[in-house]
C-alpha cells in the first residue's frame, strides 16, 4: 500500500529512493516493472459503474412506477388495451428521460478520467525510453520538462527546478516553484524548468484520484428537491388511492357485484389517482426555463437543477478564473529616485521574454501596450538571457544598445536589494512599501539596471494582481438583493483572497482552510506559545525576545510531555462540530483550501438546512460543484468542471446566473402552480368517486369519462410552462405542508360542490346517464378554472395575467368538452340549454 503523497515531502529523495527499493540511475528492470504493476495495478482512474441492466431496471422500482405498472396490469386483465398502451408509454418515456439525464451525469468520472497524459519519458534498465503514462509505477524515474502534464505523484529528484501550473488543482493563481525532494502532482503542468523525478504513487493513490473519489461520492449522494417532492406527493396520493380503494372493494364484494366490474373501477381510480403526467408536465415547464437560458448562452446539463436553482439561498463561488480573470494585471507601479514608468518598464520588458509566456511576465508587456503604445524597443538588443529560477529568483539580461552596455534585472524585492546599495533608511522604505502591497494581496517585483560594475540601481516596485472580472462586483451585488448569500472560496493565500473580496464589496469575514478541518487545534497551541512568551516579557520587565521564546518553547516542552498533544485536533473538531456549521455560514471568504475544503463547505452548508450553488473552472472544483444543489462551470471550465457541473457558461462573465436565478424562480412558480392543481384535481375526482359508490351506490362517471378527463386535463396544461409568473425577491423552496394543504382544500371544495350539484339534478329528476355526462362537463370547467387559482398568491384576478398560450389552451379545451357534453361523443348528449347552466355553476 502507498503512502499518502505529502508525506513523502517531508524525507529526503534518497530515503524515498531506498523505501521504493529503486535504482536513480538506471531505473525499474522490466521484471520488478510487471511486479509492481500486479501489486499496484495501471496507472489510471478505476471507475465502479454500476450495470447497465440495473440502471435500466431501477427506472421501474418505487412507489409511481409501481402504480403505473399495476394501472397497466389492471388495465391489461379487463382487456382495456388502449389505455394499458397508453399507460405502458408514459411509464416508458419517463424511464427514458430519467435514464438519460443519468448517463450525462456519469460523464463528469469519465472526463477526470481522461485527464491524465498519455505517454512520456522514463529511465527503465538504463536507457530512457517513450512509454504509456497507464504503465508508470511507483519507483519509475521519470523526465519532465516544459509543457508536461506530470502523470503521477511525484517526487523532484535532480535538477534545478520546476516551475509548475497547479491552478486546475488547488486554485492558486500563480505557478509554484519546485526544488529538489519536493513533490508534484499528477495532472499539474510543468510551466518552466527540466528534472528528473521518482514516482512515488500512481492511479487510485495520487491526490488527483481523490478529486475523481469526491465526485462519485458526491454522485451517489445526489438526489434533488424535485425528486424528494415527487416521490412524497406519490407517497401522498398513493395512500389515499389505497385506502379508498380497499374501501370499496370492501363495499362492492359486500354487495355481491361482478368481481370484474370491481377491477374495473378500481382501475379507474387508480389511473385517476396517478399524477402520471406529473414528472412529464414539470419536466417540459423547466425544459422551456432551460431553453430561455440557452438563449443567453447558458447550457442545461441537469433539468432538476434549475427548480434547484429557485431555492439556493448560499451561493460559493471559486475566485481563480470565476470571480477574477485569471489573468495577472499590473496594478499601480511605484518609481524610485525620480526615474518614470517608461524607464521602469522598459527595463522590465528588456528582461523578459515574450516568447516564453510567462504568467509574471505578461502583464507587463500588456500595461506597455495600454500606456506606452510608442515605446520602441527596437534599438535594444538582449545579448544573454538568464531565465527565473527559485534559487536566484530573478531574471538577468545583458543588453546592447549601439555603442552602450548594460544589464538589466527584474525579480524578487529582498533579492534586488541584496544587490543594490541603499541606505538603511531606504532599504526599511521599500521594504515597507512592499509589505503594504503584501497586505492587500499584491505580488511585487523589483526592477533595476546595472552598468559595468556598479551596483545595481533600482528604477521602481511593480505590483501584479488578479483582476476581479468587469461584472464580479455587480453579480454579486444582485444576488444579495434576491436574497442570496455569496462565499468566495480560493486555494490563494489569505491576503489575495481578504483583497479581492474588499474589491467585490464582499464581507471580511475570513478563514483558512486549517479552521475547516480542526487543525485549528494547532493554533491554540501557537497561541499558547505567544501568550506564554508575552507573558514573560512583561513579568521580567521586558526580558530580550530571544529569552523569552526560549522559555515558551521550555514550557510548550513540558505540556507535551504532560498532555497528549496529538488529541487535540481530534478533540477540537468533535467538540466544536455544530459550531463548524455555524462558523461556515458566518463567514465570507475562505482562503488556502483544497478540493476536499470546497465539497466540506458545501456539504455543511447543506447539512444546516441550506440549499447550495457552486460556480467554479478546474479539476479541483469538481467535486464541489457536482456535490452542490446547483453547479455552474464557467466559459473557460475545464471539461472535468463542465462535466460535474448543472448549468455551463458559454460567454465569459457572470451575468448570466442571475438571469439564471430569476428563470428558475419564474418556472419554479409554475410547477408550483401545476402540482396544486393536480393534486386538488385527484383528490376531487377519487373522493367524489368514492362516497358516490360506497354512500349512494351510484358511479358518477365512466372509465371513458376518466380517460377523456386525463387527457382534457394534462396535455393543455403543458402551457402552464410558458405562464406569466410573479418573481421572488428571497429563495423558493417547496413546502409540502402548505402544498397538500391547499390542495386537499381546494379538493374537497371541489368534491362538497359536484355533490351539491348530484343532489339539485336528482331531486330535479334528471336520468342518470345525463346526470354523468353533466358532472363530466361540471368536473372539467371547474377543473381548469381552479387553476386560475393555484397560479397567483393573491385574489385569482390579480396581475401578472395569465399568458394568452394558457389562456388559450385551458379555455379551448373546455370548450371542447362542451362540444362532447352537447353533442354526445361517446357519452349521452346534454344539449346547450343545460351546458350553460352548467357553466354558470362551475
Known amino acids: 500500500m502507498s503512502n499518502i503523497t505529502d508525506e513523502y515531502s517531508t524525507q529526503s529523495i534518497e530515503e524515498t529512493v531506498q523505501a521504493l527499493d529503486t535504482d536513480a540511475e538506471h531505473g525499474l528492470s522490466a521484471v520488478e516493472i510487471a511486479k509492481r504493476l500486479d501489486k499496484y495495478g495501471y496507472n489510471e482512474i478505476k471507475e465502479k459503474e454500476e450495470p447497465l441492466w440495473h440502471r435500466i431496471f431501477r427506472r421501474f422500482w418505487g412507489p409511481i412506477p409501481w402504480m403505473i405498472e399495476v394501472a397497466a396490469l389492471l388495465s391489461a386483465i379487463v382487456q382495456k388495451w388502449d389505455d394499458f ?35 512520456v519519458i522514463v529511465l527503465r534498465e538504463g536507457k530512457f525510453k517513450t512509454v504509456s503514462a497507464r504503465e508508470l509505477v511507483p519507483g519509475d524515474v521519470l523526465k519532465l520538462k516544459i509543457g508536461d502534464i506530470v502523470p503521477a505523484d511525484v517526487q523532484l529528484m535532480k535538477g534545478d527546478y520546476l516551475l509548475i501550473d ?35 504513487n500512481t492511479g487510485m493513490h495520487t491526490n488527483f484520484s481523490r478529486v475523481v473519489s469526491l465526485v462519485a461520492r458526491a454522485s451517489l449522494k445526489e438526489r434533488s428537491h424535485f425528486q424528494k417532492m415527487v416521490i412524497q406527493i406519490g407517497n401522498f396520493l398513493i395512500l389515499i388511492t389505497l385506502a379508498l380503494v380497499l374501501l370499496i372493494v370492501m363495499v362492492s364484494l359486500f354487495r355481491h357485484e361482478p368481481f370484474l366490474e370491481i377491477s374495473r373501477f378500481a382501475l379507474v381510480l387508480i389511473v385517476a389517482a396517478i399524477p402520471v403526467a406529473l414528472p412529464a408536465v414539470l419536466s417540459v415547464t423547466m425544459a422551456v426555463g432551460a431553453v430561455n437560458l440557452a438563449r443567453r448562452q447558458a447550457i442545461v446539463s441537469r433539468l432538476t437543477a ?28 511605484v518609481t524610485l529616485d525620480g526615474y518614470s514608468e517608461r524607464d521602469l518598464f522598459l527595463c522590465a520588458a528588456l528582461a523578459s521574454r515574450l516568447e516564453n509566456h510567462d504568467p509574471i511576465e505578461l502583464p507587463i508587456f500588456h500595461y506597455i501596450d495600454e500606456h506606452f503604445p510608442d515605446l520602441d524597443m527596437g534599438g535594444y538588443q538582449q545579448i544573454q538571457f538568464t531565465s527565473f529560477d527559485p534559487i536566484r529568483k530573478r531574471t538577468e539580461a545583458a543588453i546592447e544598445q549601439g555603442e552602450a552596455h548594460f544589464v538589466v534585472v527584474k525579480g524578487a524585492v529582498q533579492v534586488l536589494l541584496e544587490m543594490a546599495s541603499l541606505s538603511n533608511d531606504e532599504t526599511q522604505n521599500i521594504q515597507n512599501r512592499v509589505s503594504l502591497l503584501a497586505s492587500k494581496g499584491y505580488r511585487t517585483l523589483a526592477v533595476g539596471r546595472q552598468q559595468g560594475d556598479e551596483p545595481l540601481v533600482l528604477l521602481g516596485l511593480i505590483p501584479l494582481y488578479d483582476p476581479p472580472r468587469d461584472d464580479s462586483r455587480q453579480v454579486i451585488a444582485e444576488m444579495h438583493e434576491y436574497g442570496v448569500q455569496v462565499k468566495m472560496i480560493t486555494g490563494d493565500n489569505l491576503a489575495i483572497a481578504k483583497e479581492v ?42 526580558a530580550p525576545m530571544k529569552e523569552a521564546k526560549r522559555f515558551a518553547s521550555e514550557v510548550m516542552t513540558e505540556v507535551n510531555n504532560i498532555y497528549d498533544t496529538r488529541l487535540l485536533k481530534h478533540e477540537f473538531i468533535h467538540s466544536h462540530e455544530s459550531a463548524i456549521i455555524e462558523m461556515i455560514e458566518e463567514v465570507d471568504i475562505f482562503a488556502e483550501v483544497m478540493p476536499e475544503d470546497k465539497y466540506r463547505i458545501v456539504d455543511t452548508l447543506q447539512k444546516g438546512g441550506h440549499i447550495v450553488a457552486m460556480t467554479g473552472d478546474g479539476v479541483n472544483d469538481a467535486p464541489a460543484l457536482k456535490k452542490a444543489d446547483c453547479g455552474f462551470a464557467v466559459s473557460n471550465a475545464t471539461d472535468a468542471a463542465r462535466a460535474a457541473a448543472d448549468i455551463i457558461l458559454t460567454a465569459p462573465g457572470l451575468s448570466v446566473i442571475n438571469e439564471a436565478v430569476r428563470q428558475a424562480r419564474i418556472t419554479f412558480a409554475r410547477m408550483k402552480s401545476y402540482a396544486t392543481f393536480r393534486i386538488a384535481e385527484t383528490i376531487r375526482i377519487i373522493l367524489f368517486m368514492t362516497l358516490s359508490i360506497v354512500i349512494f351506490e351510484f358511479y358518477p362517471i365512466t372509465a371513458l369519462m376518466i380517460i377523456l378527463l386525463a387527457l382534457l386535463n394534462d396535455i393543455p396544461i403543458l402551457a402552464i410552462a410558458y405562464d406569466n409568473t410573479k418573481v421572488h425577491r428571497a429563495p423558493v423552496r417547496w413546502n409540502m405542508r402548505e402544498l397538500l394543504t391547499v390542495s386537499t382544500v381546494l379538493g374537497v371544495t371541489g368534491v362538497i360542490s359536484s355533490f351539491l350539484l348530484f343532489f339539485i339534478l336528482r331531486e330535479q329528476g334528471v336520468s342518470e346517464d345525463v346526470i354523468r355526462s353533466l358532472i363530466f362537463l361540471k368536473l372539467i370547467i371547474a377543473g381548469h378554472s381552479t387553476l386560475y387559482v393555484t397560479r397567483v398568491e393573491g385574489w385569482f384576478w390579480e396581475s401578472p395575467w395569465p399568458s394568452p398560450l394558457l389562456f388559450l389552451a385551458t379555455f379551448g379545451t373546455e370548450i371542447l368538452g362542451t362540444l362532447i357534453a352537447v353533442y354526445g361523443f361517446l357519452i349521452t348528449p346534454i344539449g346547450w340549454e343545460s351546458a350553460l347552466w352548467i357553466w354558470l355553476y362551475a
Request: net charge negative; charged share 20%; with cysteine.
Open 166 to 200: 497547479q491552478a486546475a488543482l488547488t486554485g492558486e493563481s500563480l505557478p509554484t516553484s519546485k526544488k529538489i525532494n519536493e513533490v508534484a502532482y499528477a495532472n499539474t503542468v510543468v510551466k518552466q524548468g527540466e528534472m528528473f523525478a521518482v514516482v512515488i
Open 85 to 119: 398502451i397508453i399507460i405502458m408509454i408514459m411509464l416508458l418515456v419517463n424511464a427514458f428521460f430519467d435514464f438519460f439525464q443519468e448517463h450525462r451525469a456519469l460523464n463528469a468520472l469519465r472526463a477526470l478520467k481522461q485527464g491524465l497524459p498519455n505517454e
Open 306 to 333: 434549475i427548480e434547484e436553482l429557485a431555492g439556493v439561498d448560499i451561493f460559493c463561488s471559486d475566485k481563480t478564473g470565476t470571480l477574477t480573470k485569471n489573468e495577472m494585471r499590473v496594478a499601480e507601479p
Open 501 to 542: 473580496g474588499r474589491l467585490l464589496d464582499l464581507e471580511q469575514r475570513t478563514i483558512r482552510s486549517e479552521q475547516l478541518s480542526g487543525a485549528a487545534g494547532n493554533e491554540l497551541l501557537v497561541l499558547v506559545e505567544v501568550l506564554t512568551t508575552v507573558i514573560y516579557q512583561r513579568l521580567k520587565g521586558n
